[in-house]
C-alpha cells in the first residue's frame, strides 16, 4: 500500500499543472525520472519494481532523454543496462521453456501417431474380416 502510494505522490509530483509547467509522463517515464534525479529513500523499490517490466524501462528512458528531462550519463545508462540483463535473462528463460514445450508436443505427436497408424490397421483388418 506504501509503494502505491509513494508512486501516486511522484507521478502527480510530475503531471501536476499540465499545460502550467507540469510534464506530460507515462507512470514508468516519470517513475525513473524520479530514479535518475532524486535521491529519495525509495529509489532501491521504485527501480526494482520498474526492472520488472524492462523493456518499458529502456523504452522510458530513451523517450526521457530525446526529450531532454534527463541527460545520458553512468547512473541512467546502469539502469537500463539492468534492465536489458533482465530482459535477456528471461527472454532466454521464455526460449528454454518453448523450445521444451515443442520438444514435448513432438513426443506427443509422434505418440499420436504411432496411436493413430495402429488404430488405422486395426480398423482395416477388422473390416477384412
Avoid: H, P
Amino acid at each position: 500500500m506504501e509503494s502505491i502510494l509513494i508512486v501516486s505522490r511522484i507521478l502527480s509530483k510530475y503531471r501536476s499543472n499540465f499545460g502550467e509547467g507540469g510534464i506530460d509522463l507515462t507512470l514508468n517515464e516519470a517513475l525513473i525520472l524520479e530514479v535518475v534525479k532524486n535521491n529519495v529513500n525509495t529509489k532501491r523499490q521504485i527501480s526494482n519494481s520498474l526492472l520488472k517490466d524492462s523493456a518499458y524501462v529502456i523504452r522510458a528512458v530513451n523517450k526521457l532523454i530525446k526529450r531532454g528531462l534527463i541527460e545520458e550519463n553512468r547512473r541512467v545508462l546502469k539502469l537500463t543496462e539492468k534492465g536489458l540483463d533482465r530482459w535477456k535473462r528471461c527472454s532466454q528463460v521464455c526460449e528454454a521453456i518453448n523450445q521444451e514445450w515443442k520438444a514435448e508436443r513432438s513426443i506427443y505427436d509422434r505418440r499420436l501417431d504411432e496411436e493413430t497408424r495402429k488404430n488405422f490397421i486395426k480398423l482395416v483388418e477388422d473390416s477384412k474380416d
